[in-house]
């Protein structure tokens, strides 16, 4: 896309998870692509489909609305985390009276079509996925759950979830109170989050006020946050260089292997495999190295770069890096800590500039707008009652 990414608007506190009826495929369809083409075009006959799987047994629908608590394990890492209708119908107008952080910029047209795909399927085919330190509290809590799943299956892929359903209102209305003077990050679904406001926009009371959310407390079941590396296409390593001094940036140049070792906080690796050049930054006033990358380092390089891909393995970036095409960028691995220290001064990230994981899986939850009501609007407040006449 040619136009640069913009502030998606911001949602005000309190932060509420609402229960819902989820929608919830059957194990051997969960992760599988099939199922995910299936929500694919002519978007007005999903909901069909999904009476079909239905019937068939192919999709369970929950008979009451519940929170969820979602438990999977990915290559040794396991993620819990609360599923439920995040409220969205509030806007925030300070920063602190934020309830979700976004760290990235959105494409208004993306974010733009896929809320017309929900609007047309009707549904929230999948969780955005929310991190936060949840209040000690909340998380003695859930503890207090966890005795026996409600549901324990293996998807296609292999991966292992266990499911918990809240429904006791005493339960619900404790999480409830815990969660709402607090904040959550956005750590994947920024064109989702940004549709749910579209569509809230759109049609305020219905629905729409909520979308489908799964908030992760990062001091219980920490996501892997891992770095995204850069290919600049159509600049050299002696660029860097050149606008490194110009900068008063400190570079030097070293073998490969020495170069590797160096990537960490505050140090990045340029490279065309041939010539390897590791960057030491000096970080001020709460910049993290994406930043200084993108807002100093690149605007200063004499050619290019023409383009710049994004990957999140090093040995891809490094691949596609040569003399004659343009060089590899190997950043290093943001921290949690740094992404609220950006967030929380009112910035956000450069495009591509973290990568959570991993992500739950599609098919686990999905949210049907047709089993909830609209909210009604709230009466016109009765007639003041006269009071005794004034001596």
Do not use: C
């Not at 299936?38 to 519940?66: I, K, M, N, S």
């Not at 600049?232 to 606008?243: E, I, K, Y």
């Not at 340029?270 to 960057?279: K, S």
């Not at 380092?297 to 393995?313: C, D, E, N, Q, W």
Request: proline share 10%.
């Amino acid at each position: 896309m040619d136009q640069a990414p913009v502030t998606p608007p911001l949602v005000a506190g309190p932060l509420r998870l609402a229960p819902f009826r989820a929608l919830r495929l059957a194990g051997s369809r969960i992760s599988d692509p099939a199922s995910a083409r299936t929500l694919a075009r002519p978007y007005h006959d999903v909901q069909e489909r999904l009476r079909t799987w239905e019937q068939r047994g192919f999709l369970v629908h929950d008979a009451e609305p519940a929170l969820y608590l979602h438990e999977y394990t990915v290559s040794g890492i396991t993620v819990r985390g609360l599923v439920g209708a995040v409220d969205v119908s509030r806007r925030a107008v300070r920063l602190d009276q934020r309830a979700l952080l976004p760290h990235e910029g959105i494409y208004p047209a993306q974010a733009d079509d896929l809320a017309d795909r929900m609007a047309e399927m009707g549904i929230n085919p999948a969780p955005i996925l929310l991190v936060q330190r949840s209040p000690a509290p909340l998380r003695d809590l859930l503890r207090t759950v966890r005795a026996a799943p409600a549901e324990q299956l293996v998807d296609r892929s292999g991966q292992l979830h266990r499911l918990w359903t809240l429904r006791d209102p005493e339960l619900l209305s404790s999480v409830g109170d815990l969660l709402a003077p607090t904040t959550a990050l956005i750590a994947d679904g920024h064109h989702r989050y940004a549709a749910y406001l579209k569509l809230q926009a759109r049609d305020p009371g219905a629905p729409t006020d909520r979308g489908l959310a799964m908030l992760v407390d990062h001091d219980d079941t920490p996501l892997f946050l891992g770095a995204i590396h850069r290919v600049l296409v159509g600049s050299s390593v002696r660029d860097v260089a050149d606008a490194a001094a110009a900068l008063d940036i400190r570079t030097r140049e070293t073998t490969q292997e020495q170069a590797v070792a160096a990537l960490g906080p505050s140090t990045l690796v340029a490279t065309d495999n041939e010539t390897w050049l590791v960057i030491d930054l000096e970080l001020a006033d709460g910049r993290v190295e994406v930043e200084v990358l993108h807002d100093r380092l690149v605007p200063s390089l004499a050619h290019g770069p023409s383009r710049i891909t994004y990957h999140h393995a090093a040995q891809d970036a490094l691949h596609q890096a040569g003399p004659d095409h343009g060089i590899a960028l190997l950043m290093p691995a943001p921290t949690l800590a740094q992404v609220q220290q950006v967030v929380g001064a009112g910035r956000l990230f450069p495009e591509k500039a973290t990568s959570f994981q991993p992500k739950p899986a599609f098919g686990v939850f999905i949210r049907s707008w047709h089993d909830e009501q609209r909210v009604p609007s709230s009466p016109p407040p009765p007639p003041a009652t006269p009071g005794p006449p004034r001596s």
